[in-house]
């Protein structure tokens, strides 16, 4: 099995160690790439064409793991040469995911998002992938990937992932307001404990987690947050998901991003309360 992908940073690099030791042949192409690539290339020892048409032209399942801005732009690129499987699994909308998988001449295509953290969970990391082309792209669980099949169109695998997306990053957006109220008036630690009493045994700990995820990652999440709203929006008007938008927004304006991710919510309370109040 010639698995190749585009773009090699944290998740074609991870994923790569893992189907290699699987017995995998996995390449990639330099043309064009960051130092950073490079050494991530180097590291994991794949093999690398000169060329994106030859990688297109000699992969079975070609990946696309770039940055999401630039997934079109990829499958526009190989659109004529993929001659096996082309997957996208950038964090991508369903509409972008189908405009892209639209670039790709012979039809045969996947979209595929990753549920978690590949660093956390590397070749192991849930997959789920739709499209006429998943089931196939699913042999990759005999190469030591963890993938789920659940559907057969375009976009739905992506959706799931959205959708999930804006319900988690929602329950954390209203953690962060509540348990900082909380923290104001002194009383944020019984707020969690009384909470916790209607949620899970490990809530507490799990709240402080996104909390502190939320601030520290806020940036990036509003990009998210917009991306689900231009999803959902329609007839019937998105009000929470653009809730959830305008507070990344404003945590994101508020916050300077620390170089480390802080291990107590106290240290970003304290600094939001030094610099609003
Ligand atoms: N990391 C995760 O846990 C995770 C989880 C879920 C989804 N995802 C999604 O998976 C995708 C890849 O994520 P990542 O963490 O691997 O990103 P990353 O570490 O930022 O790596 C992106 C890679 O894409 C390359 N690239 C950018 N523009 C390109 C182009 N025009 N042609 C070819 N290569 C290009 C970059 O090369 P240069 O360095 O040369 O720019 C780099 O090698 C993203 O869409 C992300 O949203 C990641």
Redesign the pocket.
């Known amino acids: 099995m010639k698995v190749g992908f585009?773009?090699?940073?944290?998740?074609?690099s991870t994923l790569s160690v893992g189907l290699m030791e699987n017995g995998a042949e996995v390449y990639t192409c330099i043309d064009g790439?960051?130092t950073?690539?490079r050494n991530n290339i180097l590291q994991t020892g794949v093999e690398t064409y000169p060329t994106y048409k030859e990688l297109a032209e000699n992969s079975d399942i070609l990946i696309s793991?770039?940055?999401?801005s630039?997934a079109i732009?990829?499958a526009e690129m190989v659109g004529k040469y993929s001659k096996g499987i082309y997957v996208d699994?950038?964090?991508v909308s369903p509409k972008t995911v189908v405009d892209t998988l639209d670039k790709i001449e012979n039809g045969k295509t996947v979209d595929a998002a990753?549920i978690g953290?590949?660093?956390k969970n590397g070749v192991n990391v849930n997959v789920i992938a739709s499209g006429s082309f998943a089931n196939e792209f699913a042999d990759l669980k005999n190469y030591g990937m963890n993938i789920t099949v659940v559907g057969s169109v375009n976009g739905q695998a992506s959706g799931i992932k959205l959708l999930r997306s804006s319900y988690t990053k929602g329950v954390s957006a209203l953690l962060f307001e509540s348990i900082y109220h909380g923290y104001k008036m002194g009383i944020d630690k019984e707020v969690l404990k009384y909470i916790s009493e209607t949620e899970c045994p490990d809530f507490i700990e799990s709240a402080k987690s996104r909390i502190i995820s939320a601030a520290f990652h806020a940036h990036r999440r509003s990009e998210e947050m917009d991306e689900i709203v231009e999803m959902l929006s329609g007839k019937q008007d998105p009000v929470m998901a653009k809730g959830i938008l305008d507070f990344f927004k404003i945590l994101g304006e508020n916050i300077k991003k620390p170089e480390k991710r802080p291990t107590d919510y106290n240290e970003i309370f304290e600094y939001l309360m030094k610099i609003k109040e």
Not at 6 to 12: L, N, P, Q, R, T
């Open positions: 585009i773009g090699f940073g944290e998740v074609a790439r960051s950073r690539t793991s770039v940055v999401p630039k732009e990829v699994i950038n964090n990753i953290s590949v660093f």
